[in-house]
Structure formats: structure tokens, C-alpha cells
């Protein structure tokens, strides 16, 4: 099946300071790529769709400028986290969308842990 | 988003099938029904879905209701790595391509 990875698989930064998660789908081209956040013990809370050369879709509630979402290409999506700050510890994931994936499935990946001290 | 309901939980013995339901009344006529499981740790997993007729695949089988406003997910034989929460997504065949998550069942499977 398809393989999506994440990089790192976790951090830990200081309060203040910037983050970058990657995101890439290894075998596929990915047009449409999706973050999510799970606090422990709660599912997973969709953030935003990104598109492949377009600007991000942010679910409610979610900031944009502090969650910056970059797809410049097909096999590649970037998270950045702004001026973290503790409560925004979390476990970060992502997922893909292959271009005719007419089984509609995303592909996920394996989770990013971030932790703001 | 159409909402589904799932138990909070459910216990199986290991090699004995597993039955995870899930509730949609609220199902359109064109949300496929999808499943994805999450182990500890890690990011979900898809596990199968559906529209209108039943389906299998090597990991499972879904069972989906004549109305479609139930489904039921068969493990037919639980191992030990078949301990994951079990989420039941209603998916839009619209051009966003979401998968909105709801509390899922945590599968708990007793050696």
C-alpha cells in the first residue's frame, strides 16, 4: 500500500520558538493532503486540507497564522507551528490523497510528537 | 458532517470474532461509509468501507444495513494487534475528500 511518512516523529522545542513538521507520500503523488491534532485520549480533530499549489483550508477554529501549511508539491506538505506555546503540545499527523484513488482511501502517517516546554 | 455512534468500548477474546457496530440514521445517499483503526502511537490505519452492499477485504468485513443507518465492522478472528480504537467515518463524495473523526470503540482483545 501507500506510504506516507512524517518527519520529525518528535520534537521537543521551547516556548516561543517555531516548529516545522514534514509530510510525504513516498510512492504516490498526493493532490490533496490533510493535517489533523490529537490530544491524548481524544480522536483526532481535523485541521486543515491543503491542495497541491494552493492556499490551505482551515477547519473553524483553527488559526492560520499559527498553523502554516505550505503543499508547494505533490509529495510534499509542511506544518509549521508559530510561536509555540505549550497547549499547542500535541500529537500532529497528517494523510494523503493519491490523484485517481477512486478507493477514496487516505493514507496516513505515522504521527509527529510534538512537546512545548 | 453526517454523525455516526459508536460504543466507547467493547472486549473480545483472541481468536474469537468481533462485532463493532456503528449508528448513522442521518447516512445520504451518497456518504460511503469508511473504517479506519489507530494502534497506540500511531496513525490510523484504513481498514475498509462501503456504500450500499456488504463488503469484504483480508482485514475484514462490513456488514451495512438494507436502510444504511447502521453498519456493523467484523474482525473474524481477533489477534492481539487488533487492540486499536475502531472509527466509523461517513465520507462525502464531495471534493474535499475529509474524514471528519468521531470517539470511535476502543477494542480491547483478551489473550
Known amino acids: 500500500g501507500a506510504v506516507v511518512s512524517q518527519h520529525p516523529s518528535w520534537v521537543i522545542c521551547k516556548s516561543g520558538t517555531s516548529v516545522k513538521i514534514e509530510c510525504r507520500s513516498l510512492?504516490?503523488?498526493?493532490?490533496?493532503m490533510f493535517w489533523y491534532r490529537q490530544f491524548p485520549k481524544q480522536s483526532l480533530m481535523l485541521m486543515a486540507t491543503?491542495?497541491?499549489?494552493?492556499?490551505?483550508?482551515?477547519e473553524q477554529g483553527v488559526e492560520k497564522d499559527k498553523f502554516l501549511i505550505n503543499h508547494a508539491s505533490l509529495t510534499l506538505s509542511t506544518l509549521t507551528v508559530t510561536s509555540a506555546h505549550p497547549e499547542d503540545s500535541s500529537f500532529y499527523i497528517c494523510?494523503?490523497?493519491?490523484?485517481?484513488?477512486?478507493?477514496?482511501?487516505?493514507?496516513f502517517g505515522p504521527g509527529t510528537r510534538l512537546t512545548v516546554t | 458532517d453526517a454523525k455516526t455512534t459508536q460504543p466507547n468500548s467493547m472486549e473480545s477474546n483472541e481468536e474469537e470474532p468481533v462485532h463493532l457496530p456503528c449508528n448513522h440514521s442521518?447516512?445520504?445517499?451518497?456518504?460511503?461509509i469508511h473504517w479506519y483503526r489507530q494502534l497506540p502511537s500511531q496513525g490510523p490505519e484504513y481498514v475498509i468501507h462501503?456504500?450500499?452492499s456488504n463488503v469484504n477485504n483480508r482485514m475484514a468485513s462490513l456488514a451495512i444495513a438494507e436502510d444504511r443507518k447502521s453498519s456493523t465492522l467484523i474482525l473474524h478472528r481477533a489477534t492481539l494487534r487488533d487492540a486499536a480504537v475502531y472509527y466509523c467515518?461517513?465520507?462525502?463524495?464531495?471534493?474535499?475528500?475529509?474524514?471528519?473523526f468521531g470517539s470511535g470503540t476502543r477494542l480491547l482483545v483478551r489473550p
Open positions: 442521518t447516512i445520504s445517499g451518497t456518504d460511503y
Open positions: 491543503s491542495n497541491e499549489g494552493s492556499k490551505a483550508t482551515y
Open positions: 462501503g456504500l450500499t
Open positions: 494523510s494523503a490523497s493519491g490523484l485517481a484513488d477512486v478507493s477514496y482511501e487516505q493514507y
Open positions: 510512492d504516490f503523488q498526493a493532490t490533496t
Open positions: 467515518i461517513l465520507r462525502q463524495m464531495d471534493s474535499s475528500y475529509k474524514l471528519i
